[in-house]
C-alpha cells in the first residue's frame, strides 16, 4: 500500500508543513532517514533535518524529502525543490517515527480491510473499520434510495441523513430536494468521486461516489465532511476505502444483484399495472432515473439453455452494448427497456446487433414498435411479446427482397402483425384460404410449377413495392416492359383487378399465411 503526499501532510498539519513540490498526489511506500547517495529511493518519504538536505547529494534530488526546520530558510526558493518543511520541536529522528507512526496507521487500517475481504466481511464491517481513520459521518445507499451501511460508531445532526438512518431510506422530500438541485441528472454520468464544498441538500459539504454497472445506478456513497473539511487528502483516503467496498458491490452484483436496481420495479409494475396516473408515471420514472417522454423500444428475450445462467448473461452483455438500455428479469424472460437518441441504433441496426447476441446464447428476441411514452410500456410489451412468441412470421422467406437481411432469432411486431391479426381475428383458418386472394396465389404457384415461371415472386415484389414497375424490374433484373407485359397476364390467370385497394390489401395479407404445397 502506498500513502500520497495529500494524506501525509493532513496528519502532519500540527508541524505548519510548507510543501514545495508541486505534485501533491506522489505516493510512498514509506520512510527512511536521509543516507548514503546509494540507498536513494524515490518511492520512500526521506525524513532529515533542512541543513542536511540543502547539502543532500545529486541523486536524492528525484526524492521528495520532508526536513525539519533547523536553519534560516535560504532566500533562494529552487534549492527546496521537492522538499516539505515542518516547523516542529522534534529532531530529525524522532520526527522520522512519528511519521512512521502515521504510515503505520494507515497501512494497519488497510491490512484489517484487505483481512476483511478475504474473510468475506459485510460492507458494514469495512464502515465500522474507517470510522477513526476519516473521521466523518459516511453513509451507503443502494439504487432504491434504501440504506445499505452507515458509521454507526459516529454522530451526525444533519436532517436528511438522520431521517435515512431513522426510516432505512430516503423519503420523498429527500428525493424532491435531490430533483430540485439536478443532482439525479449529474448521478446518472458521474465517474469519479465528487465534492461539493458547500451544503447545497446537506448542511455539510460532502464527497460522494456513485457505483454504476452496466450503464446502470447501483449504489451512492456518501461521505459528510461534518467533523473533517473535504481536503485533498480526505479524498484520497476516501479513495482508498472506495476501493475496498468496490469488491463488496461487485461481489454482490455477480450474486445476481443483491442490492436491485429501482427500475427493475418500476418497468414491471408499468408492464403489469393499467391504473397508473400519468403523474405517478412521471414521479416513478424521475426516482428511477428514467425520462417519461421519449422515443423507446422494449426488448425480450428468452432462451431454452440454462435460463438463470444465460440469461443473467445476457443481461450483462445487452446492458453493456446496447446504450442507454435498462435490463431485467421476470419469469425466465429478460427485458429490456431502450432509450433511443439521434445517435441511437436505428431498429434495424438494433435488430443485426440482436441477431448477433441470440445467435452466440442460442436465444431468442421480440422486439416492439417504437413509442414515445412510458404510459405506452404495457402495450409494447404485449407487442414484444407476440413478436418473440412468433415461431414463423413475415412473407414467405422465398419472397423476401433481395439483398435485404433476414433475421433467424429475432423478430419484430412489424414483421408480425400481419400474421397476429390473423390468428386473433379467426381461429378457423380456413375463412382467410378459402377467399379469392388465397385461391388465387394457389393458382399462381400452380402454374409457375407447370410452367417454369416465377409470377408468385413477382405479384409480391410488385404489391410491396406499389406497383412500381422500374423498382419491382430492378429488384428481379427484368426490363420495366417484361414486368407490365407479365402483371397483366398475372391479372388474366387470377382473375382480379389490380387496381383495387381492396383486392391489393387482401393479397399481400394473404401473402403473409401462404404456403406453398410441397
Known sequence: MELSLNILLDALSDANPLCYTKDKSRTFSGVRLLGKAQDADPGKLVICGLSQALNAPAEYQACVVAAVIDTELPKNAATMQNMVL????????????????????????????????????????????????????????????????????????????????????????????????????????????YVRKTGIVTQYPMMSKVIHYNNSYYSHVVMLCNNRPPTDGLRDLFRILIDHLMTCFERQWLANNQMPHIYDSLLLELLESSDLSPDMVNAKAKNAGLPAKGSFVLVKVSTDENAGIMLQRLCNEISSRVPQSRVTLSNDILIALIIQSGQGKGIQ??????????????????????????????????????????????????????????????????????????????????????????????????????????????????????????????????????????????????????????????????????????
Open 349 to 518: 441496426e438494433l435488430m443485426e446487433l440482436m441477431q448477433e447476441i441470440m445467435d452466440r446464447y442460442n436465444s431468442s428476441c421480440g422486439i416492439s414498435d417504437p413509442f414515445t411514452s412510458l404510459m405506452d410500456i404495457k402495450s409494447a410489451g404485449m407487442q414484444a411479446q407476440i413478436a418473440l412468441d412468433a415461431k414463423d412470421c413475415g412473407p414467405l422467406k422465398s419472397l423476401a427482397l433481395p439483398g435485404k437481411k433476414q433475421f433467424s432469432r429475432v423478430r419484430s411486431f412489424t414483421s408480425c402483425y400481419p400474421g397476429y391479426v390473423f390468428s386473433e381475428s379467426t381461429k378457423d383458418i380456413s375463412v382467410i384460404t378459402n377467399s379469392s386472394e388465397y385461391r388465387a396465389l394457389e393458382k399462381l404457384q400452380e402454374n409457375d410449377s407447370k410452367r417454369g415461371t416465377n409470377n408468385l415472386k413477382l405479384l409480391y415484389f410488385y404489391l410491396i413495392n406499389e406497383r412500381k414497375a422500374s423498382e419491382t424490374a430492378k429488384l428481379l433484373h427484368m426490363h420495366r416492359n417484361n414486368v407490365i407485359y407479365r402483371i397483366s397476364k398475372i391479372e388474366e390467370i387470377i382473375n382480379l383487378d389490380l387496381d383495387d385497394p381492396d383486392v391489393r390489401l387482401r393479397l399481400l395479407l394473404c401473402f403473409e399465411i401462404y404456403r406453398p404445397k410441397e
Open 86 to 193: 515542518f516547523d516542529t520541536e522534534m529532531g530529525a529522528v524522532q520526527f522520522f517515527m512519528h511519521v512512521q507512526d502515521v504510515f503505520d496507521r494507515y497501512i494497519n487500517w488497510c491490512f484489517n480491510m484487505d483481512q476483511c475481504l478475504i474473510k468475506h466481511r459485510s460492507i458494514q464491517d469495512l464502515l465500522t473499520l474507517s470510522e477513526d481513520i476519516i473521521g466523518n459521518f459516511i453513509t451507503i445507499s443502494d439504487s432504491a434510495f434504501s440504506l445499505v451501511a452507515y458509521t454507526q460508531g459516529l454522530t451526525c445532526d444533519d436532517e436528511i441523513t438522520n431521517r435515512l438512518i431513522e426510516k432505512g431510506y430516503h423519503d420523498q422530500d429527500a428525493i424532491r430536494r435531490f430533483g430540485m438541485n439536478n443532482l439525479m441528472n449529474y448521478w446518472k454520468d458521474a465517474d469519479d468521486i
